[in-house]
């Protein structure tokens, strides 16, 4: 089976049955909210798709270029030309390009021998959910607890230090933070590996099934690649895990501490409830939906953090791939990887309104 196409079972299978429950368990209102949010979502990918066939074409150079240099004679670059229907009127290349977007039929790359899109994303597209998931996790950790921990701490030492830092952190720019990881903890200390996914030595001994390697690991029983992906894992992780982390701090310090200055947090304390559990249990709780609401607006970002932190580690991802696509001009390579990037951030976003929907009574639907 396609690795794209098991990643894609992987999640789509969970979500469609957990859509389903809310979608027949919900009320009427809350379906048509479902309805309309989903038929909002194809315009959002088509006009961001318009907008990228469009732009692409604007840009000085061409594939035909990046493909033969400038030695290329003119026969040469008429036939290559024909071949990738870039001889066709702009029109006619647009109609044949939503086409090709209805039917998710993204066909062939123009550069790097013309290899078949959906092989091209079922290698990279599971390397960067395997660091955008983990690092994710991290940005939330990283952010939720410590900004929960500044508000008990309010106008302390220590809340200015962790809003502080935070603010630091999030100006860092990644690939700067990413050089500074690599030089300290894998040339200086030599803890982590600087690049890859797997070391050389576990490369060839992993069994590839959907190309998350951390999974194929575990599912062939190969402890020794298991161990090796982890380790790469590490430092690209951290890095884009730890700059994102910094908004989700000051955030859940600012709500947190709005949030411990109603009734019923006064009332908990007045019964003697500990202050931790009136802060981790009741305040942290109601201080979580606007940051649900902000993990969807994160989404986009982490992308575009991924593109950054796959070329400075050497991860095989999409971002690293577009980045080489956008270099050579190939404008099926593009459009493909940033119609599965417009798809995606599309999808969490609705799975956020919807359950920021379900988890805040004052929605209106």
């Known amino acids: 089976m396609h690795p794209l196409l098991i990643l894609f079972l992987m999640v789509g299978i969970p979500a469609f049955v ?103 994303l079922g290698e990279r597209l599971p390397a960067t959910v395997e660091l955008v998931v983990p690092a994710a996790i991290v940005a939330l950790v990283l952010g939720i607890i410590p900004g929960a921990f500044a508000a008990t701490k309010r106008r302390g030492a220590r809340d200015y230090g962790l809003r502080m830092t935070s603010v630091v952190i999030y100006a860092m720019p990644i690939f700067w933070l990413g050089l500074l990881f690599q030089l300290l903890f894998g040339v200086k200390l030599g803890w982590t590996p600087i690049s890859g996914r797997l070391g050389a030595e576990t490369s060839t001994t992993l069994d590839r099934t959907t190309n998350i390697y951390v999974i194929d690991s575990v599912i062939s029983g190969n402890w020794a690649a298991f161990k090796s992906a982890l380790h790469h894992l590490i430092l690209p992780v ?56 902000l993990i969807g607006l994160q989404v986009a970002i982490l992308l575009a953090g991924a593109v950054l932190t796959e070329s400075v580690f050497g991860w095989p991802g999409m971002g690293r791939y577009l980045v080489d ?14 119609t599965m990037f417009a798809v995606f ?21």
Do not use: C, W
């Not at 696509?325 to 940033?338: F, H, K, M, P, T």
């Open 18 to 120: 957990g859509l389903m429950f809310i979608f027949v368990r919900g009320t009427p209102q809350m379906r048509r909210y479902i309805i309309t949010r989903i038929i909002l979502t194809i315009p959002m990918v088509l006009i961001l798709a318009t907008v990228v066939f469009f732009v692409l074409r604007i840009v000085p150079g061409d594939p035909v270029t990046s493909s033969l240099g400038p030695k290329g004679s003119p026969e040469i670059r008429e036939r290559l030309t024909q071949e990738l229907g870039l001889d066709k009127p702009l029109p006619q290349q647009y109609v044949a390009f939503l086409g090709d977007v209805v039917t998710l039929d993204f066909g062939n790359a123009l550069t790097s021998g013309r290899r078949p899109i959906v092989d091209e």
């Open 238 to 293: 951290m890095t884009l895990g730890l700059v994102l982390s910094g908004v989700f701090l000051r955030l859940t310090r600012i709500n947190v501490v709005e949030t411990m200055e109603h009734d019923y947090v006064t009332a908990a304390r007045t019964r003697g409830v500990k202050e931790k559990t009136v802060v981790y249990r009741h305040a942290l709780k109601n201080a979580m939906i606007p940051i649900i609401t």
């Open 325 to 338: 696509r956008i270099r050579l001009r190939d404008y099926v390579a593009v459009q493909s990887v940033i």
């Open 345 to 365: 951030v599309a999808l969490i976003s609705l799975a956020v309104d919807i359950l920021y929907s379900l988890i805040d009574p004052r929605v209106r639907y």
